[in-house]
């Protein structure tokens, strides 16, 4: 093994990360036909890696992809992983730890064929701390763009895969107006569903209020959040939210792996009355620093270019 570079663990070995090669004949490249779930390290240490695992098998068993290894054992590569790559994690800093699995090699007469089975990647990758940090000083400008989400009818949003291209074209179309905005979708009936890699949630009257599951991505940081609300004695609320409720909300933020919570202060170019904080995003956001150990929202702020 290389000393100079990170490691990532693809189809039984683990080998430096300018070394795992996929076939261009794999089905996650032609079709888009994989899945992954991805965790993060706070201060070298994986959070709630049991809650991805359990969703990335979920998510396996809806696309019927055999991975061909027990979630137990990818738990143990995914934390021999993060432990081989601990030496390139720079002060400060965090990883990404991702699992990919691809559904293998598209069948063509004739090919041999190396290796048979799903393709199982599995990548640590630095946290975007300074490209992200700005989110956390001056809020997140949400734009709910003309790209509807996919109907719960066509594909269940619950299942985590590679294959972004609805949400990617309507993170496109809101990028294009301001590259600091940041996407929402609505879903096939107006109301409002979730971005790329994360929830809303909004807060009126001292009420938190989220989509229901049917119709987005149960996200651990989305589930992190609504056991902190229980937890601290804050109203919540799974429901339908329309535009007209996100004009009149008090307070927006987002979660994700990456952010954990983040506020949203505006929404279509329409101010939030909370301002970046909000009262009670800040006391979400404090009691979600005390759980995983660290201030993640200084974390950012630290590595906010000058």
Not at 248 to 271: I, K, M, Y
Request: aromatic share 8%; hydrophobic share 40%; with cysteine.
């Amino acid at each position: 093994m290389r000393n100079d570079e990170r490691v990532a663990y693809l189809n039984g070995q683990f080998v430096p990360e300018g070394e795992a090669k996929i076939s261009i004949h794999d089905l996650g490249f032609v079709y888009g036909d994989a899945v992954y779930d991805t965790a993060r390290t706070f201060a070298g240490k994986l959070f709630k890696l049991k809650e991805h695992i359990e969703r990335l098998y979920r998510t396996l068993r809806y696309v019927a992809i055999d991975p061909g290894h027990a979630p137990e054992e990818m738990t143990r590569l995914t934390e021999e992983l993060v432990e081989r790559n601990l030496p390139f994690l720079r002060d400060g800093h965090d990883f990404w730890v991702t699992q990919r699995i691809s559904r293998g090699l598209a069948h063509y007469e004739g090919d041999a064929r190396p290796y048979e089975g799903a393709t199982v990647v599995i990548e640590c990758v630095p946290l975007p701390l300074a490209s992200r940090a700005h989110y956390f000083r001056d809020g997140i400008p949400v734009v709910t763009p003309s790209v509807r989400r996919v109907a719960p009818e066509a594909l269940s949003p619950r299942a985590k895969t590679t294959n972004y291209l609805n949400m990617t074209l309507g993170d496109l179309e809101a990028k294009a107006q301001n590259p600091k905005n940041w996407a929402v979708l609505l879903d096939h009936r107006g109301n409002l569903c979730e971005g790329i890699g994360a929830n809303v949630f909004l807060v009126q009257d001292g009420k938190v209020r989220t989509p229901t599951e049917e119709h987005v991505l149960p996200g651990v940081s989305r589930a992190t959040v609504i056991e902190i609300c229980r937890a601290e004695g804050i109203p919540l609320e799974e429901c339908d939210l329309a535009l007209h409720d996100a004009y009149v909300a008090d307070e927006c933020f987002l979660t994700s792996t990456s952010l954990c919570l983040c506020p949203v202060t505006s929404f279509n170019g329409r101010r939030m009355a909370g301002g970046v904080f909000g009262p009670v995003t800040r006391k979400i956001a404090d009691a979600y620093s005390k759980l995983v150990g660290l201030d993640f929202v200084q974390q950012y702020l630290d590595h906010a270019p000058e």
